[in-house]
């Protein structure tokens, strides 16, 4: 990836910092500001490439500054930054035109992946709204099947180019929470997760979300969860969990589409058999289920099928 300039605008100069520190040991120039009006100034000045922008800052707020941003330049690419309790805002902000967002606190991982995502792949703007109001549907579901103590958010989304992206490691979920499945060419092939898939038919696709074995336990209780065993209460809960996720997925991608979808009932993946050919690129979105301290990562995967 060519060198770009970054603005990054945060009140935190922890967070500005940080932002600095990991895009300009890859090459990027990096400048700062901590306030909305530095950033109008500053954006006016060096026509930054990509700008990462905090959502709750004093005087002017990430949504405002936003807006005014895409004013100058109705073009700008803005990640935006924010907790995960803000996810209303956070709605509004991809709305506006905000591109992608990361979920405070980040990893560098996280951080290069969003750049990386937004310059080389091509990141769809509508990508992460659509995900993010699948979120909240789903949020609202799960603490009706699991409790109010349970919630969900989404931490990132990215598109997964069948040319560009082959083959994934199989260590890969383990040490990012996401990239749990390999393909070969065109195929989408589980590895060491425990998959739960939902096909459709209409405009053809399917939708398959991923847990690890020892998530699983984590999720459901370890007494409950014997490896990829499960007692039968245990099974039906997990199946209307992933179901409630898959379905909500469908039915924003029908109502975006304007497509009248038929979504079959969710089963287990099974490696052997379930292998699919896709038309375009695939989507890729990361979730955690958090559970008083513990945080379960889910990945959901959509494509549209040949």
Known sequence: MPSLKVLAVDDSAAILDAIKE??????????????????????????????????AMPVMDGEETLQRLL????????IMLTASEHKELMQRCLHDGAMGFIVKPFTSKELVDAVTNIVSIGYEKNTNSLFTIVCGKIDASVKKLLGSHVSVSLKSTSTVSQRTHAIFKENDYNQSHSNTVSRSKDQIEVLDTIGYISEFKGCDGVVISFINDEDMGTLFGK???KGRDLDSETLGVALELFNIINQKVISEIANTTHVNV???????????????????????????????????PIETRFGFTC
Do not use: M, W
């Not at 979105?285 to 301290?293: F, N, P, S």
């Open 223 to 225: 007494d409950r969860v």
């Open 22 to 55: 990991v895009l300009t040991s890859i090459g990027h120039e990096v400048e700062t500001a901590d306030n909305g009006a530095q950033a109008l100034d500053k954006y006016h000045r060096i026509k930054p490439d990509i700008v990462t922008l905090d959502v």
């Open 262 to 296: 038929k979504p079959e009932p969710t089963r287990l993946y099974h490696k052997s058999k379930d292998k699919f050919t896709f038309k375009d690129e695939v989507i890729v979105a990361h979730y955690e289920i958090i559970c008083g301290e513990n945080s379960v």
């Open 71 to 78: 004013k100058i330049d109705p073009n700008a690419r803005i």
